[in-house]
């Protein structure tokens, strides 16, 4: 297991230079760090993750009806808290200390995040471009109003797309016009996307989850596994 001990910020300035603030408006913000994880390292968690992790694909409720998850999925969480459910399903919480490389990375992230401490993690596995994360908000009330989510992805590159609340996306919408001519509407844009890179962590706050949704779609050239962390803090 200390093969995969991260070194905290291998390259802190670096990690400052590529960082990317977008602001939102309205008190809502996005970070992006391109390099979080070393390439190499992240391979090792990568694969420790796709083979020590127990996945799995849980049937959700959904406006009514069952369907299976597009994605596989593991829960860790520290002792004592509430239990996480969502459409229908309350994953097992597995303990930090199962998966002893993931405090790893949790201590990596609080390094990058000073005053953030997370508590809680929802892994995502996807096994090619067919899984996905349709449009959704993470605003379970027990992450509070303003919760902080730290998205750490290893593997295939994938998309990561974010649109205003009550806003068509350009994927909905028929009247294709070239889409930055749609862009500068109001002051702030209401679409955003960011590719994922592998190694790369990602930081919604402030009232992201109240006004912004956010998806990974479907992408049929995505042909390789993509692992995702999102960190959170249940109060
Ligand atoms: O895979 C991702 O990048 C996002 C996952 C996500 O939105 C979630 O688990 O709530
Ligand atoms: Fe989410």
């Not at 910020?9 to 309205?26: E, F, H, M, V």
């Not at 694969?47 to 406006?63: A, E, K, M, S």
């Not at 909905?172 to 070239?178: I, Q």
Request: proline fraction near 6%; aromatic fraction near 12%.
């Amino acid at each position: 297991m200390s093969l995969l001990k991260l070194k905290a910020n291998p390259n802190p300035s670096d990690n400052a230079r590529k960082t990317q603030r977008i602001d939102l408006g309205y008190g809502s913000e996005v970070v992006y760090v391109p390099r979080f994880v070393a390439y190499n390292d992240a391979w090792k968690f990568f694969n420790y993750l796709d083979n020590h992790i127990p996945w799995t694909r849980p049937t959700l409720r959904v406006f009514g009806r069952s369907c299976l998850q597009h994605r596989d999925t593991c829960y860790v969480a520290s002792a004592g808290l509430p239990d996480l459910i969502y459409s229908g399903y309350q994953p097992h919480a597995y303990s930090w200390d199962d998966f002893p490389p993931l405090k790893d990375i949790l201590d990596t992230v609080h390094k990058m995040l000073p005053g953030s401490r997370f508590n809680s993690l929802l892994l995502n596995r996807y096994k090619g471009g067919d899984d996905y994360v349709g449009w959704h908000a993470d605003d379970e009330k027990l992450y509070g109003s303003t919760p902080e989510i730290a998205s750490v992805s290893f593997g295939c590159e994938r998309e990561f797309l974010l649109k205003k609340k009550g806003h068509k996306s350009s994927q909905e919408r028929s009247d294709e016009k070239p889409p930055l001519k749609r862009f500068k509407k109001s002051s702030h844009v209401d679409q955003h996307c960011f590719t994922l890179k592998h190694g790369s962590m990602l930081v919604m706050r402030g009232y992201t989850q109240r006004d912004w949704l956010h998806s990974v779609p479907k992408r049929a050239k995505a042909e390789t596994t993509r692992i995702n962390l999102t960190f959170r803090r249940v109060l």
